[in-house]
């Protein structure tokens, strides 16, 4: 007998070669299945190799330039892909309240200030993380020390002249700095205290403002960093006459510190240093901590540090560890002093 044929418009499969419930032969399905998990395990790997650099300043603000930098070559070390996601508010504390309670596992870093590290819990009223219980401290990267300036119409140029002249004009001179709290206001107030003499406090919301008005003669004295000041010395309306830290800056190599012109002992610069999640496991600290401060001294990045402004600060995590808890003190005793209170 000749083979019974299959019903009218089907096809019959090779020896051996099942169908699915739908029709499909096995190993088509077998293939597309393998292919859709492969794709979604391939999906899964790059989404746990995707990190976040947390940054409490909006974009373009130098702390967030610095972050960019850091991601570019932190990254591929560390072989995954490192994005920048800003938060800012409350001066940096925005963020680090969120970052606080971010993932432990090496995956979430913070660049964070000074300011928001060590100032603000003494500053603003509600502030909801400890900077020394809640993180743990990875490494510093710069700090960027602050320029005493004034008007260029003013017959100063020196910090003995500007002490002589506020002296001589009672209730005369104003100071501005980018905002109550500020480095720069906390930096001033040490000054006058350390001097005896007074100024009156103009804040403004930002730097940019209030370097503008000094440069208008609207006020006669601040403190800021180079970055921002930069642009107004170099137009001449603005000359520096000191800077905070106990040593020279090297992009005004002319101007001497406050300590060189007589107030022994000064040095209050703000930094910014990255950090991690309390919890997060100490391989995975030193790890970030070696790679950290190989990119910090190398020449390429040390560059771009001081092209803004600043100076590279490299440190192991437990340098920066005892760091963070000696400068918490420190801001904290001159915000005190400050009598600067924020909500």
């Known amino acids: 007998m000749s083979p019974a044929r299959p019903p009218e418009g089907t096809h019959s499969l090779p020896e051996g ?7 499909a032969p096995m190993n088509i399905v077998t293939r597309i ?16 190799e995707v990190g976040k650099m947390i940054v409490g300043y909006p974009p373009g603000q130098s702390v967030d330039v610095v972050a960019r930098l850091l ?33 432990a596992d090496g995956s979430t870093l913070t660049l964070s200030a000074s300011a928001a590290l060590a100032g603000n819990p003494f500053l603003y009223s509600k502030i909801r993380y400890d900077s020394v219980r809640d993180f743990e401290p990875i490494g510093l990267v710069y700090d960027a020390p602050l320029v005493l300036m004034v008007n260029s119409k003013l017959p100063i140029g020196s910090l003995r002249e500007l002490l002589d002249h506020v002296r001589a004009h009672p209730g005369a001179i104003n100071y501005s700095s980018p ?3 500020s480095v720069s206001h906390l930096a001033m107030t040490e000054l006058m205290r350390r001097t005896g003499i007074q100024m009156t406090h103009v804040p403004y919301v930002g730097a940019a403002k ?30 520096a006459i000191a ?4 040593e020279r800056v090297s992009a005004l190599r002319s101007i001497p510190t406050l300590s060189e012109s007589g ?4 040095d209050l610069v703000p930094w910014v240093g990255m950090l991690a999640p309390a919890g997060t496991p100490a391989q995975t600290v030193e790890r970030l901590s070696l790679e950290l401060s190989r990119i910090v001294r190398s020449d390429e990045f040390s560059q771009r540090i001081v092209s803004l402004g600043g100076r590279p600060r490299a440190s192991s995590a437990e340098q920066f560890k005892a760091f963070l808890r000696s400068e918490v003190a420190r801001w904290g005793a001159v915000v005190k002093e400050s009598g600067a209170k924020l909500e």
């Open 17 to 23: 070669q099942a169908r699915s419930a739908k029709g």
């Open 33 to 48: 299945l393998g292919v859709v998990l492969f794709v979604a395990c391939a999906g899964a790997q790059a989404q746990k």
């Open 71 to 103: 991601v570019e070559r932190l990254g591929p070390s560390l072989g995954r892909t490192l994005i920048v996601e800003n938060m800012p508010g409350q001066a940096g504390s925005v963020a680090l309240a969120a970052f606080a309670r971010m993932p």
């Open 210 to 239: 209030s370097l503008t008005d000094l440069a208008a003669g609207e006020v006669q004295v601040s403190f800021d960093a180079y970055a921002g000041a930069q642009p107004f010395l170099a137009g001449g309306k603005v000359r």
């Open 179 to 181: 905002g109550n709290g």
């Open 263 to 266: 107030l022994e002992g000064f």
């Open 243 to 246: 800077v905070s830290s106990s």
